[in-house]
């Protein structure tokens, strides 16, 4: 049985593909077009899912989508009502979703198939559903607690679940216009970062601030009867576009979120690329406190009512790893299961999953559990020859023993790696198949990664991969984090080993590396480790301000336009410093 899975017309727009109730491919059609976030109708990734099943779109049973504009309706309404002035963008709004929802003949002219040919059931799911889905079906438990916090999502922002075998049972939502998401892309619109995704940046600047702000920061989000609310005098009031719009082109932008209220009290708005001030990094500060004390709240919450050990959690608030990685202190859980691609592009596979499992009855099983994140393209030593010839970059073929002592070499020198591997990755993170990778305990590493490739903020750390029996003598806990989705502090007497990747607050967002996972990464790490006593290596993604790179031939692009030293590309090696 093949479900193919959908998040379309919606930031990180992508498609997977499940066979028999495992998911087989996925990928986020940004890595194919190049359009990051891209939002539009997912063709590229469709297409990229049935050549990697084998299959044409004929042979599908299946199609869900996870979006439902009918669901929760009477609350839209009932807000729209409530606020006439809105009324008319509520008509527009639902008028623009209806014109998306004709799945068939949007797939008929992506493959250029006659519509009438396209036998498959339709689905559609509620957007917090699917987002429990992706995370909880995917997970090794037959019960869990269900999390998913963003933004917005079918006018809701928050949903708790109990999961039991194959059935999620949404126990409450948040609707909108309350949304811990939204709070959090306010006060990173107000200190300059204003574009769609960068809340993950700012997250990175919190620990330069002071608590200054945290009173006045509380009162525009409160705790409420178990839940929370928004100080509407705070924001601009809800729009047209719930805070997000998507262009004809698949941009993603986002609307002014805060209001007069903000400038009277905390002065002039930053400019984007302005001078970073105290008062910036003070408002980060109390911005990440204020959400954990909001999540851990509901967490616990939650914890009473399904009271296991196991969180199954989603949504794009769920790549806060920070909170993520304090949840174990704050909250009686004990195990955490977060999608690798948490954020929207997860709802493909959310969508598809529960599709088979809830809407089909269909038993769950250990061969569906995703064990790994390496869920997309993936390239032959042979085109990867060809595209390094047509380059015409010079390079010799190894094997795998020594293609690993020669990448490690250059890395215990202070070189900078690009590694091309396998699979490409599922989710925002380079997880070691489309990695920048280099020595994690050289003091300028950090400054040298960003002046010559990634040019990013300097605020902004980076991260280690470390092997999964070394995480407890390095870091303070040791709850595995695969995905880099975890945040936790480095033991003191290994900050200066790991200083180009410990944090100003002595942290590290870690991804744990198990050799069962990903055998020759993890093989890499352990090389490096023989060669320096640090079973750990800097990992950054394989880019240079763009989507993370997905074919040879833009994985050699960038390593020729940027001034990395070496590339590592299947089984060829190149370094620039070698005679041509």
């Known amino acids: 049985m093949l479900i193919l899975g959908l998040n379309m017309f919606h930031a990180d727009s992508s498609a997977a593909i499940v066979a028999d109730g495992k998911t087989i491919f996925a990928v986020a059609e940004e890595r194919l077009n190049r359009h990051k976030h891209y939002g539009g109708f997912p063709a590229l990734a469709v297409k990229a899912c049935l050549d990697a099943a084998g299959a044409k779109i004929t042979d599908v049973q299946h199609v869900a989508v996870g979006q439902d504009s009918d669901a929760n309706l009477a609350r839209k309404v009932q807000y729209a009502l409530a606020n006439p002035a809105k009324v008319l963008n509520f008509i527009k709004m639902r008028q623009r979703k209806e014109s998306m929802r004709d799945v068939r003949s949007l797939l008929s002219q992506a493959l250029d198939v006659d519509a009438s040919t396209l036998k498959f059931e339709e689905h559609h799911l509620e957007h917090h559903i699917a987002h429990i889905a992706s995370s909880y079906y995917c997970s090794p438990w037959e019960k869990a607690a269900g999390f998913s916090y963003d933004g917005s999502g079918d006018f809701v922002s928050t949903m708790t679940a109990r999961c039991e075998g194959a059935e999620i049972q949404v126990l409450d939502r948040v609707f909108l216009p309350h949304s811990l ?11 300059g970062y204003r574009k769609y995704g960068d809340e993950g940046k700012v997250m990175g600047l919190a620990p330069y601030g002071k608590d200054t702000y945290i009173d006045e920061i509380r009162k525009i989000v409160t705790l409420k009867n178990g839940s929370f609310q928004l100080n509407m005098s705070y924001f601009k009031p809800l729009g047209s576009s719930q805070g997000m719009q998507v262009l004809p082109d698949g941009t993603v932008r986002l609307a002014r979120h805060f209001s007069e209220k903000m ?4 002065g002039a708005p930053r400019e984007p690329h302005a001078e970073i001030t105290q008062r ?8 990440q406190s204020c959400f954990e004390e909001v999540f851990f709240h509901l967490a616990n919450g939650l914890h009473q009512r399904v009271p296991h050990e196991n969180l199954a959690m989603a949504g794009g608030c769920a790549l806060n790893s920070v909170a993520n990685g304090k949840l174990f202190d704050r909250t009686p859980f004990r195990r955490t299961w977060i999608q690798p691609a948490a954020g929207d592009e997860g709802l493909a596979i ?22 790994h994140a390496y869920l997309g393209p993936e390239f032959s030593d042979a085109q990867i020859e060809s595209a390094l010839e047509s380059a015409g970059v010079k390079y010799r073929r190894l094997e795998r023993a020594p293609l690993l002592d020669a990448v490690t070499d250059q890395m215990v020198q202070g070189n900078v790696v690009g590694w091309f591997q396998g699979r490409m990755e599922w989710g925002p993170r380079a997880l070691g198949n489309r990695s920048i990778v280099t020595h994690p305990g050289l003091p ?40 880099m989705l975890h945040v936790y502090k480095i033991r003191p007497e290994k900050r200066q080993s790991l200083c180009a990747v410990n944090h100003v607050d002595n942290t590290g967002r870690l991804q744990t590396v198990a050799r069962e996972e990903n055998p020759l990464y993890y093989d890499l790490i352990q090389t490096f480790g023989r060669k320096t006593g640090i079973p750990v290596i800097l990992n950054t993604s394989f880019n240079e301000n763009e989507p993370i790179v997905c074919t040879p031939q833009e994985a050699i692009d960038c390593f020729q336009r940027t001034r990395m030293d070496v590339l590592a590309i299947g089984s060829f090696f190149a370094c620039k410093s070698e005679p041509a």
Not at 181 to 191: E, K, R
Not at 352 to 357: E, G, I
């Open 350 to 371: 959310g969508a598809a999953l529960h599709t088979y499992h809830s809407a089909l009855k269909q038993p769950r099983t250990n061969e569906a559990q995703m064990n």
């Open 444 to 483: 300028d590493m950090k400054d040298v990664l960003n002046a010559r490739i990634k040019h990013r903020e300097w605020f902004r750390p980076f991260a280690p991969s470390i092997l999964a029996e070394a995480q407890h003598e390095y870091f303070e806990h040791d709850h595995p984090s695969p995905y």
């Open 181 to 191: 998401g939204s709070f959090y892309t306010m006060i990173c619109d107000f200190i």
């Open 280 to 287: 910036d990094m003070d408002l980060a500060y109390a911005m």
């Open 263 to 266: 400038e009277k009290l905390f």
